[in-house]
């Protein structure tokens, strides 16, 4: 089974500053996918990353796939309370069928 | 409205008393799987199944079973729970096949305590 790393697991920063989470593999993954999971609820699709050193935003979310399609990082600018939640990445093995789950990053922004 | 529904929220139950988790998608999604979460181990995929009569073991399939008799519905089996599988469970569905980089629904969680 691959496995995907993420740092850090805990992240606990003000309202306003910005952060970065990495997702990391010594595989090569066809795509990669970050969700984000609110308490009580099941994790969501925030992004898609298919190509080697894609880059994607979603307002304050930038989102960006390695060259050798083995790692991820997800930044946010100006973190606002509504961000607060456990971001997980996802990797589709090119060989197999299951998409692999990172263990998460927790994020918790304070006003 | 597209999702998935899992039945029920909350369980509690003794240990060894049979029980069922429904799982139901209305996507018209061919793959279907099962995972649970607990602290600091993240998100373990237990079965999943690639399309009706078809399902293929996890990470942790121990003590549990599935089964897929029709392409929306999988649900998750565990014959004689123990309290090592208190946990919270999350039913998934995606498309697969040609388009391969689909997004994966979840459904809101069962949080499942055996005592």
């Known amino acids: 089974t691959q496995l995907l790393e993420q740092s850090p697991q805990f992240l606990s920063i003000q309202e306003g500053e910005n952060l970065t989470v990495y997702c990391n593999s010594s595989s090569v993954f066809s795509s990669l996918q970050w969700y984000r999971q609110e308490p009580g609820e099941g994790p969501v699709l925030l992004v898609t990353v298919v190509t080697g050193g894609e880059v994607k935003k979603l307002k304050r979310l930038t989102f960006q796939f390695g060259d050798a399609r083995k790692d991820s990082s997800l930044h946010i600018t100006a973190a606002q309370p509504g961000d607060t939640g456990l971001y997980l990445c996802?990797?589709?093995?090119?060989?197999?069928?299951?998409?692999?789950f990172g263990k998460g990053t927790r994020l918790s922004v304070i006003a | 409205e597209a999702q998935v529904t899992q039945n029920p929220r909350y369980l509690i139950t003794v240990t060894g008393k049979k029980l069922t988790v429904t799982c139901s998608q209305n996507m018209n999604h061919e793959y279907m799987s099962w995972y649970r979460q607990d602290p600091g181990l993240g998100l373990r995929q237990i079965y999943y199944?690639?399309?009706?009569?078809?399902?293929d073991k996890g990470d942790v399939p121990e003590g549990y079973k599935v089964s897929r008799k029709e392409k929306r519905n999988f649900p998750l089996i565990l014959e004689s729970p123990s309290p090592n599988q208190t946990s919270l469970y999350f039913c998934?569905?995606?498309?697969?096949?040609?388009?391969?980089?689909?997004?994966?629904?979840f459904g809101q969680g069962t949080r499942l305590t055996v005592v």
């Open positions: 996802a990797g589709e093995d090119p060989g197999n069928t299951p998409l692999v």
């Open positions: 199944s690639m399309n009706v009569e078809v399902t």
């Open positions: 998934a569905s995606s498309l697969y096949g040609v388009v391969r980089y689909t997004e994966a629904f």
